[in-house]
C-alpha cells in the first residue's frame, strides 16, 4: 500500500536490531512498583498496550541502577531480590511479543534522590549524593560522590544491563539528560569538581563515557544502546547547545542512538515537557543541530502528536526518530492508524498533564483522553454484549460521545441526542484559544468515531421525558453537562460582558482591555490568551489564590504564565457590579475598587443541570449520569464516566 507518511513508517535498523517504524515510545514511569521496587503486573499491562499499539519500542521508565546512593521508588533490577528479574522478564516479553522492541532506561538522580517519592518527607532521610557537595534547592544538603562510589556506580549500569538482556531486554537506555546524575556532571552548574571528572568539557564528560563503556561491556557489540541527553541546559549557568554537540560527539562512537530532550530540573517541568503554551515540537531544533555532528541515528522528543509534523522531521533530516511518552497514553494505537493511514482518528494529547500529576498525588496513572491507562488489567477491549440493547445517550460532550461510541462497538443501537447544532458540549468554546484548540479537536474526532461506529447522531434534538417516553430505549444515559454561573451581579448582563463560554461565538464583542471575573482554571486560561492577543488584562478571584482546580503539574506553569504575561492579578476581590469602565470589586477589608476594562470576561465557574437530570431519571429501565451534570467537573472524568456505562450496560 501506499503509505500517507513513508518517512515515519520506514522501519529502521540500530545496532543489530530492526524497529518496524520510527514511532518509538519514549520513558513513562509505571503504575505499580512494588515495595520491593519491582515492575507489578499492572505496569507490565501499562507497557504492553504501547507495544500493542504499533510503537516500534516501548521503554520502561525508569530503573535505578545503584539503590545505595539513590534511594528513590523506582524500579530496581538485582538478582537479590525475589521476583526482580521475573518482573523484568514478564514485560519485556509482553511488549516484545505484539513486535515492539523493548528497551530499559537506566538512571541514577543523583542529588534528586526522593523527587518521585508520593511522601516527600521521606527524602530527608535519604542520601543525596551528587557530582559536587552543595545544597540542593529544597535545602537538602549534597554530599560529592568518592571515586570508589563513582566506580561503584558505573559498574552497576553495567549490571543491571546485563540482567536486563537477560531478561529480553533488546535496548538500553542510559539516561543522562534532565538534570540526573550523568546530566549532573556533564553541567557547569553542578560539577565543581577539580579532579579527573571535572572542569573542562573532556572531563565533564568522562563519567558518561564510563558508565557507557560498562553498559556495552555487559551487553556486547550490536546491542543497541540508546544515550539520552539534553542538547542544552536551557538555562544560565547550564550547558548550551554548542556544548550538547560536544557532548554527542563525545559519547557517539560508545551509542547507537542518540536521544536529544531538552532542559533540565532547574529549567522546569514545561520546558522538558512541553506544555499547552508552548508550540508543538519546541525542541526539535535542538536534535537537527546535533544530527549534522554525529554519524549515529538521532532521536527527537517534546510534545510530539502531530503524523505530518513528525513525517516532515524525518523527512527533512531533522532526526531520524520521534519519540513519545503523553501522546502514545491519550491513543496507544496512534503508531498503528498512521501506519494504516488512519491519522484522522487519533485521539490527540491536549498537553494538560492530567497524567503527571496523578502519578504525583496517587502513585497511579490516569489520562485525560483515555480511560485505560493505569487500568489496562481491567480489559483494553471493547467486548459485544450479548443482549443488544437500545441505548439512548442525552447530550453530545465529551462523556456522552465516549459513551455512544463504546455503546456501539458493545453491539448496541445506539442514538446520540444533542441539543445544539455541533457536537462537543463544553469543549467547543476551545477553540477560540489557540494552546487548547486540541481540546476542541477531542470533540469533533470523539464525534467522527462515534458516527464510525455506528452511532445515530442527532442534533438540535433536546432531549425531554416525551421524546424518551417516544424512543423507548431499554437504557439512557444522561450526559447533559452543566451550564456557567452568572451570579445576579448588577451589569452582569450588560452588552460588554462575554459569558467564558461563549467567547468562541462572541469574540468580535471584546474590546481593547479585558477584566476576566473568576481566577479559576478557564479564567487563568482566558486571561493568557487575551495577553497573547496584546491586551491589558486584569484577573479577578474572590479566593485567596488562583485556580485551585487546575492539576499539580498544569498549575504552576500556567501560574509562571500569568506572571510574565503581565497579567495584573487581584485575588481576595469580590465584584459588586459591573459598568461600562470595568468591575467594581471589593478587597477583604470591604474597601471598593474599580479595576479597569471595555470587556468583561464572565468565568466564575459552571454549575451541573440537576432539573434535567431530575426530568429523565425514571425515564428507562436502566439509567446513568455522567459527567458534569453529575458535579461540575474535568473531562476527564467524563470521559471516564461515559466509558464505564456503556460497558455497564
Not at 494504516?340 to 498537553?351: G, M, Q, S
Amino acid at each position: 500500500m501506499e503509505r500517507k507518511y513513508p518517512n515515519l513508517c520506514k522501519p529502521i535498523t540500530i545496532g543489530n536490531v530492526t524497529f518496524r517504524n520510527r514511532m518509538f515510545g519514549a520513558p513513562m514511569g509505571g503504575t505499580d512498583i512494588t515495595a520491593d521496587c519491582t515492575i507489578g503486573p499492572k505496569s507490565t499491562a501499562f507497557y504492553e498496550l504501547r507495544a500493542k499499539g504499533g510503537a516500534a519500542s516501548v521503554t520502561v521508565s525508569e530503573c535505578v541502577v545503584h539503590p545505595e546512593t539513590e534511594g528513590s521508588h523506582m524500579y530496581h533490577l538485582d538478582l537479590q531480590t525475589v521476583g526482580s528479574l521475573a518482573s523484568f522478564t514478564y514485560t519485556a516479553d509482553a511488549i516484545r511479543r505484539h513486535g515492539a522492541i523493548a528497551s530499559v532506561e537506566l538512571s541514577h538522580s543523583g542529588q534528586y534522590a526522593g523527587t518521585y517519592l508520593t511522601d516527600k518527607n521521606r527524602k530527608q532521610g535519604l542520601a543525596q549524593w551528587g557530582a559536587s557537595e552543595g545544597v540542593r534547592p529544597d535545602g537538602l544538603p549534597v554530599k560529592e560522590l568518592t571515586q570508589e562510589l563513582i566506580d561503584d556506580i558505573v559498574a552497576s549500569y553495567g549490571t543491571c544491563a546485563g540482567l536486563a538482556k537477560r531478561a529480553g531486554f533488546e535496548m538500553i537506555m542510559v539516561h543522562g539528560g534532565h538534570g540526573w546524575l550523568i546530566n549532573q556532571f556533564l553541567s557547569p552548574h553542578f560539577n565543581k569538581r577539580t579532579d579527573k571528572y571535572g572542569g573542562p568539557l573532556e572531563n565533564r564528560v568522562r563519567f558518561a563515557q564510563e558508565v557507557l563503556d560498562s553498559v556495552r561491556e555487559a551487553v556486547g557489540p550490536g546491542f543497541p544502546i540508546e544515550f539520552r541527553m539534553s542538547g542544552s541546559e536551557l538555562f544560565e549557568g547550564g550547558y548550551n547547545l554548542e556544548d550538547g554537540v560536544e557532548i554527542a560527539r563525545a559519547v557517539e562512537s560508545r551509542v547507537d542512538l542518540i536521544h536529544v530532550s531538552a532542559g533540565t530540573y532547574q529549567t522546569g517541568f514545561g520546558i522538558t515537557h512541553p506544555s499547552m503554551f508552548l508550540p508543538h515540537g519546541c525542541n526539535v531544533y535542538l536534535a537537527a543541530e546535533i544530527k549534522k555532528h554525529v554519524s549515529v541515528p538521532v532521536a527527537t522528543i517534546g510534545g510530539l502528536n502531530d503524523p505530518a509534523e513528525m513525517e516532515e522531521i524525518i523527512a527533512s533530516g531533522k532526526a531520524d526518530v520521534v519519540e513519545m511518552a503523553r501522546a502514545l497514553l491519550a491513543d496507544p494505537e496512534l503508531p498503528k492508524k498512521v501506519m494504516a493511514n488512519r491519522d484522522e482518528d487519533i485521539i490527540k494529547c491536549l498537553r494538560c498533564f492530567t497524567c503527571m500529576a496523578e502519578r504525583a498525588m496517587t502513585a497511579t496513572r490516569r489520562c485525560t483522553v483515555n480511560p485505560l491507562i493505569g487500568r489496562e488489567m481491567d480489559g483494553t477491549e471493547v467486548t459485544p454484549s450479548l443482549s443488544p440493547r437500545k441505548v439512548l445517550v442525552a447530550g453530545g460532550g465529551p462523556g456522552g460521545l465516549k459513551a455512544a461510541m463504546t455503546a456501539a462497538k458493545r453491539g448496541h443501537e445506539v442514538i446520540l441526542c444533542e441539543k445544539s447544532g455541533q457536537l462537543g458540549g463544553i469543549l467547543k468554546g476551545e477553540q477560540a484559544l489557540p494552546f487548547k484548540y486540541e481540546m476542541y479537536e477531542l470533540g469533533v474526532t470523539l464525534g467522527k468515531l462515534a458516527k464510525d461506529a455506528g452511532v445515530d447522531i442527532r442534533l438540535n434534538t433536546p432531549v425531554t421525558r416525551e421524546y424518551v417516553e417516544k424512543e423507548a430505549p431499554d437504557a439512557l444515559i444522561i450526559a447533559v453537562g452543566s451550564e456557567p454561573v452568572v451570579p445576579p451581579i448588577p451589569g452582569l448582563e450588560g452588552n460588554n460582558v462575554v459569558v467564558v463560554n461563549d467567547y468562541y461565538l462572541e469574540k468580535e464583542k471584546v474590546g481593547d482591555s479585558v477584566v476576566v471575573l473568576g481566577g479559576g482554571l478557564a479564567g487563568c486560561e482566558a486571561a493568557i490568551h487575551f495577553a497573547q492577543e496584546g491586551k491589558p488584562v486584569h484577573l479577578v478571584e474572590m479566593r485567596k489564590e488562583l485556580a485551585p482546580d487546575a492539576n499539580i503539574r498544569h498549575r504552576p506553569i500556567m501560574l509562571r504564565e500569568i506572571e510574565k504575561s503581565g497579567i495584573q492579578v487581584h485575588t481576595g476581590y469580590k465584584g459588586l457590579s459591573v459598568s461600562a469602565e470595568g468591575v467594581v470589586c471589593a478587597d477583604a477589608d470591604g474597601n471598593e475598587h474599580m479595576i479597569p476594562g471595555s470587556t468583561v470576561i464572565c468565568a466564575l465557574g459552571q454549575r451541573p443541570r440537576k432539573d434535567l437530570v431530575e426530568e429523565l431519571m425514571d425515564c428507562a429501565p436502566h439509567v446513568a449520569t455522567i459527567g458534569d451534570c453529575v458535579k461540575a467537573s474535568t473531562i476527564t472524568t467524563a470521559i471516564y464516566q461515559g466509558y464505564h456505562a456503556a460497558l455497564d450496560i
